[in-house]
């Protein structure tokens, strides 16, 4: 593997998802015991990076949906065979 390759697994990416998860739910929290000093600009690239968080999560769903539609075709092929 090169210096910059990076094998992505699927533990890796739930760990990694659960990491970021992690992080702007102590952002949310940190700036909700400090509603008054918050700035618009801080507000709203919270909301934009639990934006990404929700897209991410779909994105991860999505792909677990596929996978499992995938086996299942494949258990029901064997099965006709």
């Known amino acids: 593997m090169a210096k910059h390759d990076v094998e992505l697994t699927f533990v890796t990416l739930i ?48 792909f677990i949906f596929q996978v499992n539609s995938y086996v299942n075709t494949c258990v029901r092929n064997l099965k006709t065979s």
Do not use: C, W
């Open 15 to 62: 760990k990694k998802y659960s990491s970021l998860q992690s992080e702007i739910l102590k952002a949310v929290q940190n700036v909700s015991s400090k509603l008054s000093a918050i700035t618009p600009g801080r507000f709203l690239l919270l909301q934009f990076q639990m934006a990404q968080l929700t897209q991410v999560g779909d994105a991860i769903s999505n």
